[in-house]
């Protein structure tokens, strides 16, 4: 039973790579669907996968943020997790296609939730712009916003794993991955014969697709003239052999298993090898027998703690 993979937004949603590949669900804002169905539609999720990865943005308007929150609290279970990414529209719409890929392999919901921390590194997200007035993501210095009120000026930005600008035309370009890569571009109005002939190029793709615009991104980059650009890992032998070798543990709070640092579920940051590893909340009581265990359940405060979503 593969865990599912959920969405805030259709624009996250990219066509399937092969036929292994399940779609995500979408989890709808409160302006279209009320908290009943939201709870419904929720509760058919958990019966049917048994665990449920949420992926929505940072830029995620408040009331739909406070929503999927409601509906996590108001079920009152731990196998949901809300994972708020930082990524631009079309990057986290590669890392959600990525954790589907890696949902009907044989990894446990903690380890994939863990997982999106780890593929963002790997996950080159960038857009080129007519100006960078209004862009206020990623840090831009006095002389590209004084070069913005030129005419015909483009600025090439790369957003992911690191900030990075260089206006188009100059002799300078992204730095790209040290790895092979394919890149998905969402063609506009400005760019786009610079990011697949030049770029595509310099970082040595293997393949470049075209992808629909998203509907956030020029919000999310400050201009509605832009041409969104991701390079990523294609190969999903590529992507489970890289999540595999990283060592797996057990979450000292809620005995979920994980990969990295922090808790994919409670988002409970773990010791590190030189700190020693107390356990906490139910994983503190593996030892004890069943029937004191019984006697002694997190109470409703605790279980809130437990999955409220972390910094």
């Given at each position: 039973?593969?865990?599912?993979?959920?969405?805030?937004?259709?624009?996250?949603?990219?066509?399937?790579?092969?036929?292994?590949?399940?779609?995500?669900?979408?989890?709808?804002?409160?302006?279209?669907?009320?908290?009943?169905?939201?709870?419904?539609?929720?509760?058919?999720?958990?019966?049917?996968?048994?665990?449920?990865?949420?992926?929505?943005?940072?830029?995620?308007?408040?009331?739909?943020?406070?929503?999927?929150?409601?509906?996590?609290?108001?079920?009152?279970?731990?196998?949901?997790?809300?994972?708020?990414?930082?990524?631009?529209?079309?990057?986290?719409?590669?890392?959600?296609?990525?954790?589907?890929?890696?949902?009907?392999?044989?990894?446990?919901?903690?380890?994939?939730?863990?997982?999106?921390?780890?593929?963002?590194?790997?996950?080159?997200?960038?857009?080129?712009?007519?100006?960078v007035t209004r862009l206020e993501r990623i840090p831009v210095g006095l002389t590209a916003h004084a070069r913005s009120w030129m005419p015909g000026s483009q600025f090439a930005v790369l957003a992911n794993p690191r900030p990075e600008l260089v206006k188009v035309g100059s002799a300078g370009t992204l730095t790209g991955p040290d790895f092979a890569c394919h890149l998905l571009v969402a063609k506009g109005s400005v760019g786009a014969d610079w990011?697949?002939?030049?770029?595509?190029?310099?970082?040595?793709?293997?393949?470049?697709?075209?992808?629909?615009?998203?509907?956030?991104?020029?919000?999310?980059?400050?201009?509605?003239?832009?041409?969104?650009?991701?390079?990523?890992?294609?190969?999903?032998?590529?992507?489970?052999?890289?999540?595999?070798?990283?060592?797996?543990?057990?979450?000292?709070?809620?005995?979920?298993?994980?990969?990295?640092?922090?808790?994919?579920?409670?988002?409970?940051?773990?010791?590190?090898?030189?700190?020693?590893?107390?356990?906490?909340?139910?994983?503190?009581?593996?030892?004890?027998?069943?029937?004191?265990?019984?006697?002694?359940?997190?109470?409703?405060?605790?279980?809130?703690?437990?999955?409220?979503?972390?910094?």
């Open positions: 039973m593969p865990t599912a993979i959920a969405v805030t937004s259709p624009d996250l949603v990219l066509a399937p790579t092969d036929p292994q590949t399940p779609l995500a669900a979408l989890l709808q804002s409160p302006q279209a669907q009320p908290l009943d169905a939201a709870l419904v539609d929720m509760s058919r999720l958990l019966e049917q996968h048994g665990y449920v990865v949420a992926c929505y943005p940072a830029s995620l308007s408040a009331a739909h943020e406070r929503r999927l929150h409601t509906v996590r609290s108001l079920l009152e279970t731990d196998r949901i997790t809300l994972i708020k990414s930082p990524l631009p529209p079309l990057g986290l719409a590669v890392l959600v296609r990525q954790l589907r890929q890696l949902s009907v392999c044989d990894f446990s919901p903690g380890v994939i939730a863990s997982a999106a921390r780890l593929l963002s590194h790997y996950i080159y997200a960038g857009a080129v712009l007519n100006s990011v697949t002939g030049t770029l595509a190029p310099a970082w040595q793709a293997g393949a470049v697709q075209d992808a629909a615009p998203p509907a956030d991104s020029a919000a999310w980059w400050g201009t509605g003239k832009l041409t969104e650009f991701v390079a990523y890992l294609p190969d999903i032998a590529v992507l489970y052999q890289l999540v595999a070798s990283v060592r797996r543990e057990q979450c000292r709070w809620c005995a979920m298993e994980l990969i990295g640092d922090r808790c994919g579920f409670c988002a409970s940051r773990q010791p590190a090898d030189d700190e020693p590893a107390t356990a906490y909340g139910p994983s503190a009581l593996g030892p004890v027998p069943a029937s004191a265990y019984r006697a002694r359940p997190l109470t409703r405060a605790q279980r809130r703690r437990a999955i409220a979503p972390g910094p």
